[in-house]
C-alpha cells in the first residue's frame, strides 16, 4: 500500500535537500512532481489541483522558519497538508446518548462488508460494549451464515432471521427492513449496547440496493451509517461514493483491504470528495487486521 507514491514523495521531497533557499521555480518543480506521485497513485483530480494548490501557496508565502531548512519545511507543509485531506482529526464513532447505538453498513458486494461487521464487533467487544450483529444481507446466499461464522470468530451474537434464528419472534421474515427493526427490540430487551447492520450489496450500485439500504436506514434510524469501500478499487472509490451519499447517505468511510497492493487513490480522494470523514482501516482478512484510521499516522506512512 502506497509504496510507489511513497517512493516517489520521498525521491521528489529528498531532491530539495541541501539547497539553502527554494526558489519560485524550486517550488514549481517540485510541486509538479507531487502532482504526477498523485495522479498517478489515481487521487482524484480535484483533490490533485487542490492540494498543489495549497502547497505552492504555502511553501512560497513560507516564513522562513529558524528551526528548519528548507526541504524540512517543504515536506512539514506537504505532511500537514496530507493530514488534511486524510480528515485530520481521527473521528471517533458517534454513540447514542440512549444506547443502542445503531451503527448501519453499506457498500457494495465484496467490499467488505461482513467481514468489518465482525471486525468491528470484537473491536467494540474489546471496548466493553456489548454489541448485537444483524444479517440484513438477505440477498447473497451465505451472507447470513457467512456472519455467523465472523460473529462467533468475535464472540458477539447474531440476529438473523431463517436460518439461524435468534429470536422467538415468528414475525421475522425474509425482509431485511423488519429484521433489522427486531433486531432493534432484542438489542433493548437483551441490553445491547451497539447494534451493528450489515446490508446487501451489489457487484454494482443499482437502485433496488439503494432503495433497500435507504429503507432499512429510515427503519432504524441509524447514528452511524458506514460507507464500506475496497481500497484496491482506486479512484472508482469515489464514483461509488458519490452514488451511495446521494442515495443512501453516510457518516462515515471505512477502507478494507488496505493490506492489498492499493496505489492510496481512494484513501486520498474519499474524505475530500464526500466531506465525510474516514472512521476505520480494515487490514486483513483476519478480524484482527483492524483499527480506528488516524490521519496523521497514515499521512507520516506515505511520507516514508
Ligand atoms: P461483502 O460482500 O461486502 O460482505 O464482503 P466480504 O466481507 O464477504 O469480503 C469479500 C472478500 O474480501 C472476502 O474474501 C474477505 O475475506 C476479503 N476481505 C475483506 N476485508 C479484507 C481486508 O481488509 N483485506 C483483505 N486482504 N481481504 C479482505
Do not use: W, Y
Not at 510541486?31 to 506521485?37: C, F, G, N, V
Amino acid at each position: 500500500m502506497f509504496d510507489t507514491l511513497s517512493d516517489r514523495l520521498t525521491a521528489t521531497l529528498q531532491n530539495l535537500r541541501g539547497k539553502g533557499r527554494l526558489s519560485d521555480a524550486d517550488i514549481d518543480a517540485t510541486a509538479r512532481e507531487i502532482r504526477i506521485a498523485l495522479l498517478e497513485a489515481d487521487v482524484a483530480l480535484p483533490v490533485v489541483k487542490e492540494f498543489i494548490a495549497q502547497i505552492k501557496q504555502r511553501a512560497k508565502g513560507a516564513e522562513v522558519h529558524q528551526a528548519l531548512n528548507p526541504a524540512q519545511q517543504v515536506i512539514k507543509i506537504v505532511n500537514e497538508e496530507l493530514v488534511g485531506i486524510l480528515g485530520g482529526e481521527t473521528r471517533r464513532l458517534n454513540l447514542a446518548k440512549n444506547p443502542p447505538t445503531v451503527i448501519m453498513l453499506a457498500g457494495l458486494q465484496g467490499a467488505g462488508k461482513t467481514t468489518l461487521a465482525g471486525k468491528l464487533a470484537r473491536f467494540l467487544r474489546g471496548q466493553q460494549h456489548t454489541p448485537l450483529l444483524v444479517a440484513c444481507d438477505l440477498q447473497r446466499p451465505n451472507a447470513v451464515t457467512q456472519l455467523q461464522v465472523v460473529g462467533e470468530r468475535a464472540e458477539v451474537p447474531v440476529f438473523a432471521p431463517h436460518p439461524g434464528v435468534t429470536s422467538d419472534d415468528e414475525t421475522v421474515t425474509g425482509d431485511p427492513v423488519a429484521v433489522a427493526k427486531q433486531a432493534i427490540e432484542e438489542a433493548n430487551h437483551a441490553q445491547h449496547d451497539i447494534v451493528i447492520v450489515d446490508t446487501a450489496g451489489r457487484l454494482g450500485v443499482d437502485e433496488e440496493l439503494m432503495r433497500q439500504a435507504a429503507n432499512i436506514r429510515d427503519a432504524v434510524q441509524p447514528d452511524e451509517v458506514l460507507f464500506v469501500v475496497d481500497a484496491m478499487i482506486g479512484q472508482d472509490a469515489v464514483n461509488t461514493a458519490e452514488a451511495f451519499r446521494d442515495g443512501v447517505g453516510f457518516t462515515g468511510v471505512v477502507l478494507t483491504k488496505l493490506d492489498g497492493d492499493a496505489r492510496g487513490g481512494a484513501a486520498l480522494s474519499v474524505r475530500q470528495v464526500t466531506g465525510q470523514p474516514i472512521l476505520f482501516a480494515s487490514n486483513g482478512e483476519k478480524l484482527e487486521d483492524f483499527d480506528a484510521f488516524h490521519p496523521d499516522r497514515m499521512a507520516s506512512r506515505i511520507l516514508g
